[in-house]
Every structure is written in structure tokens, then in C-alpha cells.
């Protein structure tokens, strides 16, 4: 199974239920194949998981990643997207029409 | 950097003399009086190891490169500052309660930036040894108290004038090996469950007061400490059975504060970072007070969003959510939190490097953050009573709702909406009855200092005269400045 890396902003006052979301995005990864860690040094991919809009976690800081995910709340890369379809659009992202 | 595991494990290592109801109380860990405040200093610990919360509950040391509990960090940049409000609202929002970490975080910063300061003037090796001091923090991931205030006595009068020397903590004897050191400190929050404390001057001193300016850190077990848990309000609810009277019984109310007595303790060299300094007495007691200012806007609006939430709980367990006026309260309980919590970030986002390198806030946005909590918190909570309604005074007990015979009545009568059940709306009302009233709202009047200390803060920082210029500018009035 390939792994995508996951790194939490640390979600003082988040938006979303982020609870939710990260079962929802465990399954739909793994459907893909795919499962999810916090060492992100050895994972394809990163997904930064912002509770809010703030973003306090910001892409920059992750640069040598090619493949980057940020969530911002009820957000992709700054398009607002139903909180439910976070996971959905997330693995679309990701792996494009592979998914 | 230890789990919640380690640090309760840790605390069982230690022989602190603590007392209370008349007792000394030999197994603090399963005590049920200190049992909430341990879990609330535990989380600290737990969530520090989860990588959802590591962002910002953990830093890397600037001293060792290694990666540290926030709450054993020196502020390195605003963005420290700004991570460490962000910190306080997390855990504020997960336990509800006070956490009790950030006094002996505050006292690390303050004592680190002001004896550099002194160091430069006196040619000192204070800093130095605080950085051993720190390394030992960091590398242990050790709870500190901070000990800041002390009895004061008659308070017209300067510690070196009291009736009683003992007012204030002084300087008793010196000798080659260190110092001893006498005296009280009250209102010492979480040092029951803490492994070490750092004791600081509560005023600035005068030369008279030379023996009184004195900074040192010591284990809670030192011989001859010994530490008096105060009560608080519905505290023998913990001896009962059951959970439900006890309201927030996982993580209690505030941080579970101790009266601490120094009988002639002993301090060795090497753990002294002031002794007779007295002109740094008044820069370490603004450096700690602002930095603990500071926090307020973050833990309090943690712990309002919980109030919020059980104001909201309750609407709807009442029927009464979608009135026009319940909805306008809740409104403003959160435009009041999210004031302080503007405050707070503010203070951060100003903050601006020591000479030691080590980040300070803006001093006047932390007192004034600290003044909105004395009042604004009490407003939260006034309508988070009024909105919940008069029910939270006289519930009846968990022992009667659990009772076969009258148990069932307590079932139909005080039954709300009815997809909720009649315990989950009591729980909500008991929760709301043990954070909006008696200990945990003294607390955000005088925890980090009384109303007036703010205010005497914040007119030194007022910048007064500038402001008349200005109006004396735009008014035409001529002045040869």
C-alpha cells in the first residue's frame, strides 16, 4: 500500500469537523490503495490540513513536496468546496482521473 | 518529551508535603481533589505526542536543536507568540478548565530575557546558569510553577516594612553552597501536580528590599516546602459517587491552587538567577505579568467556547434555540470571546525580540487583554445563566435522579425537548453551574493580577503626552515642544 503524507496545523479553533473529515478521507484513500502518514519524509504526496481559513500551516513551508493538498476549513487550495465532498475532491487533487 | 503516562508516573517519584482539609495527603494521583487538575496538566502532555496538535504544542528547542513540549519553549519570533495563544485556545476548548502549564512557561521566558539583561549590566552568570537550568526543562519536558505572589500583609506598606518579615519571600542567610530562603506564596496554581517551581519577586523592589529580590528555581518536594490546597467552590462534590454533580469531573475548575510555605529553604548557587538585584525586580514582574497577560485571550476563550457551546446545548434541550433573543445572547458571548481572543493575538502579532533574543508581547495590548477578561467573562457567564435559566440552582442531586422511588419524577419534570434526554440536559446544567460561577470566575478577576495591576500597566504604557499633541496639534494650539 503507497502512503500520502498528513500534517495537522493544529487546530486551535477549527471550522470543520475535522473528526469527519479524516474518516472520510482514510477511506477514500484506502479504497485508492493509498494510507495516510505522519512521516511525511517518506510519503507521496502531502495533504496539510488547516481547520480554518486562517491557514496557519502554509504550503511554503513544505517545499520540497511536488504534490501538495491545503485545506483550509471548507477549502482546497482556496476554492470553497462542500465539507462533505472535502475527502472526494482531495483524492481527485492528488491523483487526478486516476481516482 | 514525556506522554501523559510518563508525567503521572513521574509525579509518583516526587515527596511533596501537601495538605489539605486538615490531612497531609500522601497519594496526590488518585486523591479525588487532584485528580481533575492532574488529567488537565496530563493533556499537555497527551496531546503534545498527537500529531494533529504537535503544530503547535510542540517547538523545536533554540538551545539543542531538539524537538521540546511548547511549554518548556523560549518565544524565538512573533509567530511563537502567536502559536502559543493558539495552544492555550486548544486546550482551553479539550479540558474546559485551567491546564496550568503556562505560569511556569511564562516564568521561564521572563526570567531567561531578564537575566541576560542583568548579566549585561552586573557581569552576572545568571543567564548561564539558567541555561543549564532550561537544558534540564527542556530535556526532562518538566511541569514548573510559576510562584509569583506573595501574602503581602499590610499592603501600604513595602516587604521590607512589614510587621512579620515573612510577607514576603527574602533572602534569610548566604553561605559558599547557596542561599535559604523564607517566606509564603499564595494562590500557586497547579504546584501540587508541578515537578519544580521558579520563585519570583511580586513588586518592584527598593534598596531596602534588597533581601526580597531574589529568583530561584526548586523541586515542589524541597525539604521544607510545604503546600496548602485551597478549597473551591463545591469541592466535596469530588468525595461523592457519580459524575454528573461534579460538572466538568474530568478536568475540574481552574488549576487547583496552593498556599505554599518556604521554611528556611535551602537554594543552592547554581538555581539562583537573582539574589539582591532589586532594580530587576520591576523588569521581571512586567516581563511575567505581560506574558502572562498575554494567555488570557487564548485559555479563557477556549474555556468561553465551551460555555458557549453548553449556552447553545441548552437552548435547544429548552425548545427555546431559535428565539430571537436567545440567539442575539449567544451572539454576543461570542463577539465578547472573540475580543479577547483579538487581544491576545494582537499582543503576539506586536511582539518584538529582547536583548536576549527571546520575544516579548506588546505589553499595553497584554494588559489590556487581561482587563477585558475581568469583565467580559463575567458577562459570558451572565448569559450563559440567563439563558440556561434558574435551573441551575436548584437541580436536584445524581443520587436522586439514580434513586428508584423519586427518581422516575425527576425523569417527567425536568424533562426538555424530547429527543433529548432528561440526564443529558442535567449534565449540561451542571456543567454550566460549575464553570460560570464562584471559583472559576474569581479566577479571571485576579489570576495573573488584579484588575488595578492592569490598569496601573496600562497608563505607564499610555503614551499620554502624545496623545495630547495630537489634539493639541489639531486644535491649532501653538506649543513650542
Redesign the interface.
Known sequence: MKIVG????????PEID?GDFMKRLKLRLNSLGFTLT?DIDKSYGLIIVNGCRVG??KREKFANFENIVVINGASIDSVIVDESKLAEKIAEKLFGGNC | MKNREQYIESLKNLKTQVYYFGKRIDNIIEHPSFKPHINSAALTYELANM???????TATSHLTGKKINRFTHIHQSTEDLV?KV??L??LG?KTGACFQRCVGWDALNATYTVTYEMDQKYGTDYHKRFLEYLKFVQENDLMIAGSMTDPKGDRSLRPSQQADPDLYVHIVEKNDKGIVVRGAKAHQTGIINSHEMIVMPTIAMGEEDKDYAVVFAIPVDTEGVIHIFGRQTNDSRRFEEGEIDKGNYKYGIVGGEALTIFNDVFVPWERVFMCGEFDYAGLLVERFASYHRQNYGGCKT?VS?VIIGSAVAIAEYNGVAKASHVRDKIVEMVHLAETLYCGSIACSAEGFPTPSGAYFVNPLLANTVKQNVTRYIYEICRLCHDIAGGIIATLPSEADLKNEEIGPYIEKYLKGVADVSTEDRIRILRLIENMTGGTALVESMHGAGSPQAQRIMILRQANLNQKKKLAEDLAGIKKEH
Open positions: 498528513i500534517k495537522y496545523c493544529g487546530e486551535c479553533n475535522i505522519t496557519c500551516l | 500529531p494533529e496538535y504537535e503544530e503547535l504544542l502559536k493558539k495552544a485556545r486548544l476548548q477556549g467556547d
